[in-house]
């Protein structure tokens, strides 16, 4: 409770909204506590008292009624029907809802059938005949502006059902022989819930008003009975004369209404498992910069160099260093291999380079990126967005996800080259079907109008690398786009990239997991822990003879065939927490090599002949030959 009051007050505006809001709930309930005069009481010789006037603070109406105290009580009975009737609508709306998507088929047309037709009538015109057909008066409003509602909570509930339904923890309760009621309440219902309660609060303001407007036409709450509706109703005659009179109820229909919507946004938004991060607002077009101090010339040779970079997640009071000062450089014509756990910080490194860190959180604190003798770092967003996809461009790990469901391959390769330079349809047609070719497509003049769901893995990442190409950039970064393909098609990127690389001499930074990748492609490795690099050279010296111990054991974790090895090794302990790193090395409680200097203050990355390692104790040359 206190984690989600935490994100609602990140919100300003849900914030207000629950203060108020909290504040107009508050009064309602003391209400009948305070010293207010009857509200049903007329006095014919006050009526009309204007507000601020002794006895009478906001005034009387046409029968000298206290306005104050009909405003409490109205309020008070207005709140009351509005939430009485969210409720009533999201239990029975959402019991249909589950039910008809629980158990699809006959069941689920039927019921949505039915719904559908409630849906095709205005609510307003619903809602005025139900109570005509009951009568008028509150209760029977009540049960109309519920009833117009529980379609809205129907659909909305049956789309959320359909999709869990089908998940595989619900199978598995279904082979473990649990019942539908069991499975409903405890496996479907937990997950819904939460999209009950959003449905909730943007829609109880609606339904106040529903209710509001149903009094004011004189079908709700009935005379001498007063709530906000009525009391505007009974205010029309006056509205020019006496308009305090319609200014008091109708401020307070606004005053709720208002925080109400704004409250709900804000649950909304705090009860989003993607938004419990903290970021409740938009990521910025580029990642924030925060550097403490002067950017750093660069310490590598390349087209593209990182030099003491470092991006941190702040989330609240705690602060997460993704990357804590990688400097690397990649030249001309080289494939730059990033290796390391999950976690290590390697993707978060590739994407600072052109500021697509979501911020908030991500904060680039410190170091310089440069690319041509430019620091990236800190550039005006247009000048990053011309760069982005021209000289440097990205090739994702999925991109099924990447890729736009809703429009052909043809489209969208047109539109990453007509973003940065003017082409004409038949041109763009012709330099799309070049690109599929170039990255081996076959039948590329026909494919070019297929949609992304009809091709398979590798022809979907084929595509993405075409898209890469599409600007000819100078520099690509991959990140991980062969984990999700089987060995086969594998290889065939690896060797279509290492093509590329070598007959257009592209810069490429290739993020993986796999030494095997590494040792196909690329030209130099460097290895991250703890979002930093522990150990960086030539792959063929790092692969025959690792120094760093952690590389050393990364390396023995990968399984040998035909070795005669029967023992799968593994890295004992887990990553440290990127917010709370111990002194020292970071990977000094996973290691076997571990002295009590390796814990106390930094460890640099000392240098050694082509290679760099940082350790204190690193593996002998003889023994890391082995």
């Known amino acids: 409770m206190r984690a989600f009051l935490g994100l609602l007050a990140r919100n300003r505006l849900a914030l207000a909204g629950l203060i108020v809001m909290a504040l107009v709930v508050f009064f309602a309930l ?78 689920d047309n039927i019921i949505m059938r039915g719904v559908d037709m409630l849906m095709a009538f205005p609510y307003i015109l619903l809602a005025l005949a139900i109570v005509a057909a009951l009568g008028p008066g509150l209760l029977n409003a009540l049960i109309a502006v519920a009833a117009v509602n529980i379609p809205f909570f129907a659909r909305n509930i049956r789309g959320i059902t359909v999709s869990i339904a089908n998940k595989e923890f619900v199978d598995a309760a279904r082979l473990s022989g649990m019942s539908d009621a069991r499975i409903i309440l405890t496996e479907i219902l937990p997950n819904v819930i939460p999209v009950i309660v959003i449905a909730m609060s943007t829609t109880v303001g609606w339904m106040i008003l529903e209710t509001a407007g149903l009094s004011f036409l004189g079908l709700g709450s009935q005379p001498p009975q007063a709530d906000l509706g009525s009391m505007l109703g009974e205010a029309r005659s006056a509205l020019i004369t006496n308009p305090h009179t319609s200014i008091v109820p109708g401020m307070m229909i606004l005053v709720i209404v208002m925080a109400i919507n704004l409250l709900g946004d804000g649950v909304r938004d705090a009860l989003d498992p993607r938004l419990k991060s903290g970021a409740l607002n938009r990521p910025l077009p580029a990642t924030l910069v925060a550097r403490d101090r002067k950017p ?162 590798g022809m979907r990442q084929r595509v993405g690398i075409a898209m890469a190409l599409a600007n000819d950039p100078e520099v690509i970064i991959a990140d991980e786009p062969t984990t999700a393909l089987d060995v086969t098609v594998q290889a065939q990127i690896l060797s279509l990239l290492d093509d590329l690389r070598r007959e257009r001499g592209l810069a490429i930074v290739f993020i993986t997991h796999d030494f095997g990748v590494v040792g196909q492609l690329c030209d130099r490795v460097a290895v991250m822990y703890a979002g930093r690099i522990v150990e960086e050279g030539p792959t063929r010296d790092i692969l025959d003879a690792p120094r760093h111990p952690y590389t050393a054991r990364l390396m023995a974790c ?69």
């Open 30 to 107: 003391i209400t009948p506590l305070l010293p207010l005069p009857d509200p049903d009481v007329t006095n014919t010789s006050n009526r009309f008292v204007p507000p601020f006037s002794e006895g009478a603070l906001l005034g009387t109406d046409h029968l000298g009624r206290d306005l104050l105290s009909r405003l409490m009580w109205g309020t008070r009975l207005s709140l009351a029907v509005g939430f009485a009737a969210a409720l009533i609508a999201a239990t029975i709306g959402a019991a249909i809802g589950i039910i008809a998507g629980y158990y699809g088929g006959r069941t």
């Open 296 to 457: 750093v010339e660069p310490k590598r040779e390349g087209i593209l160099t990182l030099t003491d970079l470092e991006t941190q997640f702040h989330v609240k009071d705690r602060v997460y260093r993704a990357v804590g000062g990688v400097t690397l450089g990649v030249r001309p014509g080289e494939c730059l291999g990033i290796i390391g756990e999950s976690g290590s910080g390697k993707s978060v490194t590739a994407l600072s380079v052109m500021g697509l860190v979501a911020s908030p959180p991500g904060i680039v604190t410190g170091g310089s990126v440069h690319l041509e003798g430019e620091d990236l770092i800190g550039a005006p967003y247009r000048r990053l967005r011309t760069l982005r996809g021209r000289k440097v461009a990205y090739i994702f790990q999925d991109p099924l996800a990447t890729l736009h469901p809703l429009y052909r391959i043809g489209d969208q390769l047109i539109e990453a080259i007509s973003a940065h330079r003017a082409i004409s349809g038949a041109e763009g047609r012709a330099k799309a079907i070049e690109l599929l070719e170039a990255v081996r497509i076959p039948n590329a003049a026909s494919r070019i109008d297929n949609y992304p769901h009809e091709l398979s893995g």
């Open 558 to 626: 990968v399984p040998e065939l035909g070795g005669g090895r029967r023992r799968l090794e593994a890295i004992p302990g887990l990553p440290p927490a990127v917010n709370d790193l111990p002194p020292g090395c970071a990977f000094a409680e996973r290691c076997n090599r571990v002295q009590p200097d390796c814990r106390k203050g930094d460890i640099a990355l000392e240098p050694s002949g082509p290679r760099a390692v940082r350790c204190l104790n690193p593996v002998p040359e003889q023994e890391a030959a082995e």
